[in-house]
T-cell receptor, first 109, second 114 residues
Framework: DAKTTQPTSMDCAEGRAANLPCNHSTISGNEYVYWYRQIHSQGPQYIIHGLKNNETNEMASLIITEDRKSSTLILPHATLRDTAVYYCIVSRSQGNLIFGKGTKLSVKP | DAGVIQSPRHEVTEMGQEVTLRCKPISGHNSLFWYRQTMMRGLELLIYFNNNVPIDDSGMPEDRFSAKMPNASFSTLKIQPSEPRDSAVYFC????????????FGSGTQLSVL
């Protein structure tokens, strides 16, 4: 499975949009982009995933570039409860998700 | 739905003792995963089952670790004998297998081996 690169940490003001980038330049045509987050001391939580098209659900939006070499997770109105580690994972299926170090997002009042 | 249920939430044991972690997946899910998380190594996939059959156990660290899934609603991860370096948070997750299906994680078991 392709490797991903994410910033170690990011800050975001409460109420503003949080844009979390992810590079996956070696992604293959049949690999999905998955996003999970882990709030302190809890199990990881699924956020969203996509293959080629942009995706949106009740939690977030996922923007994937046309060449699929990078993506951005958007939390439209960040709240303090969105403070967590966000993982971007590239895989053909969820049968073998390899979690990297992720991005620690701190939402500040 | 109660979600993925793991027990115990916390386990403290002494080196050399047997430890058994338990997991009840979400009803109807047919894939089950065991992960381990430490500060040093992050989240690691240990083993996963599909329809109660182990599919990939390449992440199991050594023979001291074993996992079973006797039926669709129960799985165990056993460490025998336990060592201090096994101290970690162990997560169980389940999903409805199929391309792109999301994983639901339990709250984890915090294991401390003294």
């Amino acid at each position: 499975d392709a490797k991903t690169t994410q910033p170690t940490s990011m800050d975001c003001a409460e109420g503003r949009a949080a844009n979390l980038p992810c590079n996956h330049s070696t992604i293959s045509g049949n690999e999905y982009v998955y996003w999970y987050r882990q709030i302190h001391s809890q199990g990881p939580q699924y956020i969203i995933h996509g293959l080629k098209n942009n995706e949106t659900n009740e939690m977030a939006s996922l923007i994937i570039t046309e060449d699929r070499k990078s993506s951005t997770l958007i939390l439209p109105h960040a709240t303090l409860r969105d403070t967590a580690v966000y993982y971007c994972i590239v895989s053909r299926s969820q049968g073998n998700l390899i979690f990297g170090k992720g991005t620690k997002l701190s939402v500040k009042p | 739905d109660a979600g993925v249920i793991q027990s115990p939430r916390h386990e403290v044991t002494e080196m050399g003792q047997e430890v058994t972690l338990r997991c009840k997946p979400i009803s109807g899910h047919n894939s089950l995963f065991w992960y381990r998380q430490t500060m040093m190594r992050g989240l690691e996939l240990l083993i996963y089952f599909n329809n109660n059959v182990p599919i990939d156990d390449s992440g199991m660290p050594e023979d001291r670790f074993s996992a079973k899934m006797p039926n669709a609603s129960f799985s165990t991860l056993k460490i025998q004998p336990s060592e201090p370096r096994d101290s970690a948070v162990y997560f169980c997750a389940s999903s409805l297998a199929g391309l792109g299906e999301k994983l639901f994680f339990g709250s984890g078991t915090q294991l401390s081996v003294l």
